[in-house]
């Protein structure tokens, strides 16, 4: 389904060049469900904007079904079914949250109400509410996923979606990751730390300094790391993997 050959990012600045994606190579299949993990800084987000088209790569191919979008523009890439939820999600002015995920759906029916409870939103709360900074960073990226829930897609990316979300709204959003792996025929790919989305995960994948360095299941990796609390408070809760 998705396909990279190769594929590097550089960047140019005073010290010279630097290398954020390093000849990537990986394969994604239909139906799957892909946690792409490791260390803060080793090229994990640049990746999926690569996948999404939201920069081009410096070397390499990237295949879609067959097709070569190295360099189809992001627009042409959403054509294709292709669907990317930021990890700081963009304000939307002149538009409420039901109408934001309309728009999204397109031909696709949907029940908007649903949509906002599965990502942990009182929707009675938020349906008619304006998309603009009278909402908190956390209630967009909710919002964001839900418009990313909304759409028929064949391939979804997330770019840590627990960032900044309160861990009731986790756990359902958790729950509906779940779901959509098992009732949907999409493929979705995770950027996560987070132990509970790594237990939904067919396989995962390592990104350290820009490059892959493991691909594995889920069972394998997750018992050879230590583990923490996310929060560090030492209760029971949803805990984050440490590199």
């Known amino acids: 389904m998705l396909e990279l050959k190769n594929v590097s990012w550089t960047v140019e600045d005073n010290h010279g060049r630097t290398d954020i994606v390093k000849n990537v190579s990986l394969t994604l299949h239909d139906h799957k469900l892909y946690v792409v993990t490791g260390p803060n800084g080793g090229g994990k987000s640049t990746l999926a904007k690569l996948v999404m088209g939201l920069i ?12 070569d979008i190295t360099h189809m523009p992001i627009t042409e890439r959403a054509k294709l079914q292709i669907g990317y939820a930021f990890q700081t999600p963009p304000v939307f002015k002149g538009i409420n949250v039901r109408e934001l995920l309309t728009l999204a759906a397109g031909e696709k029916e949907i029940n908007p109400m649903q949509l906002l409870f599965d990502v942990g939103l009182c929707a009675g709360e938020y349906i008619n509410r304006e998309m ?10 909710r919002i964001e996923i839900a418009s990313i829930l909304a759409r028929d897609l064949k391939l979804a990316l997330f770019d840590e979606p627990e960032a900044g979300i309160d861990l009731w ?15 949907s025929d999409m493929t979705l790919m995770i950027i996560s730390h987070q132990e509970r989305i790594m237990h939904l995960a067919d396989e ?15 069972n394998t990796f997750l018992g050879s790391l230590t583990l923490k609390d996310s929060c560090g408070c030492g209760e029971t809760c949803e805990r984050g993997v440490s590199f």
Do not use: C, Y
């Open 204 to 218: 995962i994948i390592v990104i350290d300094s820009g490059e892959v360095r493991e691909i594995t299941d889920k």
């Open 56 to 67: 081009a790569p410096s070397s390499g191919q990237i295949l879609f079904d067959g097709v």
């Open 169 to 183: 709204s986790f756990q359902r959003l958790a729950e509906t990751f779940d779901k959509m792996h098992r009732q």
């Open 132 to 141: 603009d900074s009278g909402l908190s960073g956390g209630e967009l990226k």
